[in-house]
């Protein structure tokens, strides 16, 4: 069974920054065969998509509130995928999931693409 494990989150000032990380752990499929994506979901609101990023590195897509600020990355050797969260704002706070699916060479949004997933790391970003 495929286990992701995130990492990073906590308490930020708005305009400071975070770096997220996912781990794969347990019997696990490398994360170096799969795309990967990154989610986010406050309170009553529905889970959204954050960035996604191909298994080979080589493309990555972000949700426009996020584009420019926060940068998806992956380093196979460490079986981990990042996000890099810059200038942050109040509205980024959120529980951030990693999720991943089955290689392509096109990017998903959805989240019902997505097979496996993380518990979450919550974000909170004070204004």
């Known amino acids: 069974q495929v286990q992701l494990v995130e990492s990073g989150g906590g308490l930020v000032q708005a305009g400071g920054s975070l770096r997220l990380s996912c781990l794969a752990s347990?019997?696990?499929?490398?994360?170096?065969?799969?795309?990967m994506g990154w989610f986010r979901q406050a309170p009553g609101k529905e889970r959204e998509f954050v960035a996604a990023i191909t298994w080979s590195g080589s493309s990555t897509d972000y949700s426009d509130s996020v584009k420019g600020r926060f940068t998806i990355s992956r380093d196979d050797a460490k079986n981990t995928v990042y996000l890099q969260m810059n200038s942050l704002k109040p509205e980024d706070t959120a529980t951030y999931y990693c999720?991943?699916?089955?290689?392509?060479?096109?990017?998903?949004?959805?989240?019902?693409?997505?097979?496996?997933w993380g518990q979450g790391t919550q974000v909170t970003v004070s204004s």
């Open positions: 347990g019997r696990t499929l490398s994360l170096s065969s799969k795309n």
């Open positions: 999720a991943g699916r089955q290689p392509s060479p096109w990017l998903e949004a959805r989240p019902i693409q997505y097979l496996y």
